[in-house]
């Protein structure tokens, strides 16, 4: 039985890290690169750069728009896109960023 628990335990902690790398997937996948670019590199200037932002700060921002606490600027136009994105799959997004 312990071995069991061992085997599982090492396979969630090698799991979560997995995920995490799937920031840019998720970064296209959620519509994201269509407003703030490629690699998080706006070419719009109302749309701003996200490419190496500190990941708290964008996970905040993020999260504060999908729960209706952020709505100035282009909060409203995110609205619809974040409501089905979970703090997981935020977190993944904005640790990709950071890194870029």
């Known amino acids: ?30 519509g994201c690169n269509a407003c703030h670019g490629e690699g998080g590199k706006s070419s719009v200037n109302i749309y701003p750069n996200l490419a190496g932002q500190r990941a708290d700060y964008v996970f905040a921002q993020a999260t504060a728009i999908r729960d209706g606490k952020r709505t100035n600027g282009g909060a409203a136009a995110m609205t619809a896109l974040v409501a089905t994105v979970s703090d997981e799959e935020f977190h993944a997004i904005a640790d990709y960023l950071s890194g870029l």
Do not use: I, Q, W
């Open 1 to 30: 039985m312990k071995k069991l628990l061992m085997l599982l335990f090492v396979g969630v902690a090698f799991a979560a890290p997995a995920f995490a790398a799937d920031g840019s997937a998720l970064y296209t996948e959620k």
